[in-house]
């Protein structure tokens, strides 16, 4: 791993809490990811199983954990199966997890290689009721390959088809979306790394360059402060492309005059960052392109005050719709004759704001949370109002990620990565 060992107690008490929430006389079950073949004997880098790492700490292929906190015997209360390591493996692959390792990483005493699972688990099945299996149930999933948690789960209820089953994911739903402060500074270092790429690009960019040329700049400066790289596909899109919200070709010149969209962010020890900056190819905003930017910057900052404990998640959204209503009306993007007439069900302002403003951040760039439950404290926000505009060939987003606390306005995280205008012109001009 490139990045430092993080405490154990991270994984004791996430563990702690899951148990908790389980139910009476319970098992509970978690796979790491399969390593994805690509072609021939290449393969995906490997990206640990989200779940598993939050409970435990593991970040390797081929393990297992399982959690069974009324279990008779007290060393099978939480185990662990690994993938038996050897010199051969050491040599060829790098070197894995042995037992005593395992704990450290852990806090998990029993320790069993993968061999003897179904031996194991014999035992422990025979002596609970319900099993909890891991299901992906976040509501951006979309799901076609069958992974290593899906066919152990098959396999296990095939196995033991009298037990009562049991869901694990509104758990850690609830649990993952509350971040612990150890969960916190490691997002801080995430973001920390990603303003290092930033103003990195800030110095590099003038008319000419490639958005290619871009994201190489970026992923230079993750890579040599312990990111694995970029949290999620990068977007680097200058003028019109900016307009595709989704643009990842990142293979066309930045002309004078345009605008460059980027948005970027750096993980660090499999936490995500997710910031968007948008900034003038030649270091200038035009009055136009300025005053739209204002407008999206007012709206970023009136809606993460919003995001408070008790806030629903509709309620948030709505208000937020309102905000930028008021600015495109200012912009003269839209007139009143739109606002009243406009579709409930698809605002005036979505013609110009068509996406949503905030998600769930953490393990994951789009992370866990039930948006049907209030806002808490230490959940952590993106925020991130655009404005795109095809017709005049330049689009407008701004994103930072922020902490709700429980009394107050949260706290950014990217609260030292420049967004605003007079500083970007400034750093690129100096």
């Given at each position: 791993?490139?990045y ?15 148990m908790?929430k389980?139910?009476?006389?319970s ?12 072609s ?6 490997f ?5 598993i790492l ?7 292929e081929?393990s297992i954990?399982v959690?069974f ?12 199966f ?11 692959e790098?070197?894995k997890?042995t ?6 990483v852990?806090?998990?005493k ?11 688990m ?9 099993v909890?299996?891991?299901?992906n ?22 196995k033991?088809?009298a037990h ?6 509104p758990i ?14 490691l997002l801080q270092?995430a973001c920390d790394?990603?303003?290092k790429?930033?103003r990195?690009?800030?110095?590099f960019v003038q008319p ?11 992923m230079?400066?993750f890579?040599r402060?312990?990111?694995k ?10 003028g ?8 990842i ?5 930045c002309?004078?005059g345009?605008?460059i969209?980027?948005?970027v ?17 030649n ?14 910057n ?6 993460t ?12 959204h ?13 912009l ?10 406009e579709?409930?069900?698809w605002p ?9 403003t905030?998600?769930h ?17 230490n959940?952590?926000?993106t ?17 930072d990620?922020?902490?709700?606390q ?10 030292n990565i ?7 012109e400034?750093?690129?001009n100096?």
């Amino acid at each position: 791993m490139k990045y430092h060992q993080i405490d154990s107690a991270l994984y004791i008490k996430n563990r702690a809490n899951f148990m908790a929430k389980m139910k009476p006389n319970s098992l509970a079950v978690f796979n790491s990811n399969d390593i994805y073949p690509i072609s021939a004997d290449s393969t995906m880098p490997f990206q640990q199983h989200r779940d598993i790492l939050y409970l435990s700490g593991v970040d390797q292929e081929e393990s297992i954990l399982v959690m069974f906190p009324d279990a008779p015997h007290e060393k099978h209360r939480e185990v662990l199966f690994l993938k038996e390591t050897n010199d051969h493996i050491a040599v060829w692959e790098g070197e894995k997890l042995t037992k005593d390792r395992a704990l450290e990483v852990s806090g998990i005493k029993t320790v069993y290689w993968l061999q003897e699972m179904e031996k194991v688990m014999t035992e422990l099945m025979a002596q609970c009721d319900t099993v909890h299996i891991n299901t992906n149930e976040h509501y951006r999933a979309s799901i076609e390959t069958e992974t290593r948690e899906s066919r152990y789960t098959k396999w296990l209820l095939n196995k033991y088809p009298a037990h009562s089953v049991a869901k694990s994911n509104p758990i850690l739903q609830r649990l993952r979306s509350v971040k612990d402060p150890i969960e916190l500074d490691l997002l801080q270092k995430a973001c920390d790394i990603t303003e290092k790429g930033m103003r990195r690009v800030l110095g590099f960019v003038q008319p000419g360059v490639t958005e290619y040329e871009i994201e190489a700049e970026f992923m230079h400066e993750f890579l040599r402060n312990r990111s694995k790289g970029f949290a999620y596909t990068p977007i680097v899109a200058s003028g019109n492309n900016a307009n595709v919200l989704h643009y990842i070709e990142n293979n066309q010149p930045c002309n004078d005059g345009d605008l460059i969209l980027l948005d970027v962010g750096a993980e660090y020890a499999n936490y995500s960052s997710d910031m968007t900056r948008t900034i003038p190819v030649n270091g200038k905003f035009t009055k136009r392109q300025r005053a739209v930017y204002d407008a999206v910057n007012r709206v970023k900052n009136d809606a993460t005050k919003l995001l408070v404990p008790g806030t629903d998640w509709a309620d948030y959204h709505i208000e937020v719709g309102k905000l930028m209503t008021s600015e495109l009306l200012g912009l003269g993007l839209i007139d009143k004759d739109d606002v009243q007439n406009e579709d409930p069900n698809w605002p005036a302002y979505k013609k110009y704001f068509m996406h949503g403003t905030s998600h769930h951040m953490g393990l994951d760039t789009h992370d866990y949370g039930l948006l049907w439950e209030p806002m808490k404290a230490n959940m952590v926000f993106t925020v991130e109002p655009g404005i795109y505009i095809p017709e005049e060939g330049f689009g407008i987003r701004l994103e930072d990620d922020v902490v709700v606390q429980e009394h107050g306005e949260p706290f950014n995280l990217m609260r030292n990565i420049p967004i605003e205008a007079e500083e970007i012109e400034d750093l690129m001009n100096s």
